[in-house]
């Protein structure tokens, strides 16, 4: 005959979804005092909302334009601009073989 007390892994799942309960509820007070502490500031600083997102309401408020390629690997007629990640068919060689006239 199966007890009626609860089983030790069940208190645990109880205690588990008062806990969840209760973090929540925190998190809502917490989040509710980090709102009104980003408004004193945006305030104290003259920040606006579009400064945050950008003109159009996006975040980022500039673009990201393509750049002229600077280096082309002779062999595969790859380029590069020079600029984020070195290609490896460039890495750790001598730049200057590769420059674009």
Not at 23 to 51: F, N, P, S, W
Not at 73 to 89: H, K, Q
């Amino acid at each position: 005959m199966p007890s009626s007390r609860p089983t030790t892994y069940q208190r645990l799942l109880t205690e588990l979804a008062e806990l969840d309960v209760r973090i929540e509820q925190a998190r809502a007070r917490e989040r509710v005092r980090a709102i009104e502490t980003i408004h004193e500031l945006m305030d104290t600083y003259g920040i606006k909302h579009r400064d945050l997102v950008g003109r159009n309401g996006r975040r980022g408020s500039y673009q990201v334009s393509a750049l002229p390629a600077k280096y082309r690997d002779p062999a595969t007629g790859r380029e590069w601009c020079g600029r984020g990640n070195v290609p490896l068919w460039i890495r750790g060689k001598d730049r200057t073989r590769f420059l674009i006239d």
